[in-house]
């Protein structure tokens, strides 16, 4: 497990974790971690939270009512790795219903109600659509991730989601005569979709 790939550190001790810490590792014979990364704060209205303040917000009461996925994907959605980010209840729920249940949520109940209404379920391989294809970068999506950018990495994923979606509306597969080539297409699309976003 050492030398850490990547020590997160939060700003607050950036003195101890970049100047003392090393020493003691270097003194005793280890390893410097390989990369630091230095994660801002979550504020309120701006302010850094505090007990004293009394503007602490409970994290397992956030869970409890929304689910810890989609607290996770509003964190990263929502607020740029390395900065300071201003969380809100509302911004949460505004991310859950127009991105999570409308964009995703909407393109997975429709397609799978489409395929199992036309085809009973049963969808055949069929050729990719290189149109669809060329939208996926696998690759801007891992550049990404891999620098921390992951509200970037997110975008590339909604942009993709988003195209999924065009892609059925312009396509209409359940008036079109090669239905089962374009929910092969969609369908694919979302389970590439549910790995990506598995993080």
């Given at each position: 497990?050492?030398?850490?790939?990547?020590?997160?550190?939060?700003?607050?001790?950036?003195?101890?974790?970049?100047?003392?810490?090393?020493?003691?590792?270097?003194?005793?014979?280890?390893?410097?971690?390989?990369?630091?990364?230095?994660?801002?704060?979550?504020?309120?209205?701006?302010?850094?939270?505090?007990?004293?303040?009394?503007?602490?917000?409970?994290?397992?009461?956030?869970?409890?009512?929304?689910?810890?996925?989609?607290?996770?994907?509003f964190l990263m959605r929502e607020i740029p790795f390395g900065e300071d980010g201003d969380f809100s209840e509302a911004s949460l729920k505004k991310r859950m219903n127009n991105e999570l249940a409308n964009d995703l949520g909407n393109l997975v109940s429709r397609s799978l109600t489409i395929a199992e209404k036309s085809l009973k379920g049963h969808v055949k391989?069929?050729?990719?659509?290189?149109?669809?294809?060329?939208?996926?970068?696998?690759?801007?999506?891992?550049?990404?991730?891999?620098?921390?950018?992951?509200?970037?990495?997110?975008?590339?994923?909604?942009?993709?989601?988003?195209?999924?979606?065009?892609?059925?509306?312009?396509?209409?597969?359940?008036?079109?005569?090669?239905?089962?080539?374009?929910?092969?297409?969609?369908?694919?699309?979302?389970?590439?979709?549910?790995?990506?976003?598995?993080?």
């Open positions: 497990w050492w030398p850490a790939s990547v020590h997160l550190l939060g700003k607050d001790i950036l003195r101890f974790h970049c100047v003392i810490w090393p020493g003691m590792l270097l003194s005793a014979g280890y390893e410097l971690p390989k990369q630091l990364f230095v994660h801002g704060f979550l504020t309120i209205d701006g302010q850094k939270m505090s007990k004293t303040l009394g503007n602490v917000i409970n994290p397992l009461r956030l869970v409890e009512n929304y689910g810890v996925d989609p607290l996770r994907y391989k069929a050729a990719i659509d290189k149109n669809l294809e060329k939208k996926f970068s696998l690759e801007k999506i891992e550049e990404k991730m891999d620098s921390f950018q992951l509200h970037h990495a997110i975008d590339e994923i909604w942009k993709f989601i988003n195209d999924v979606n065009r892609y059925i509306n312009e396509k209409e597969p359940w008036k079109a005569e090669n239905k089962e080539e374009i929910l092969y297409n969609v369908l694919e699309s979302i389970r590439i979709i549910a790995t990506i976003i598995t993080p």
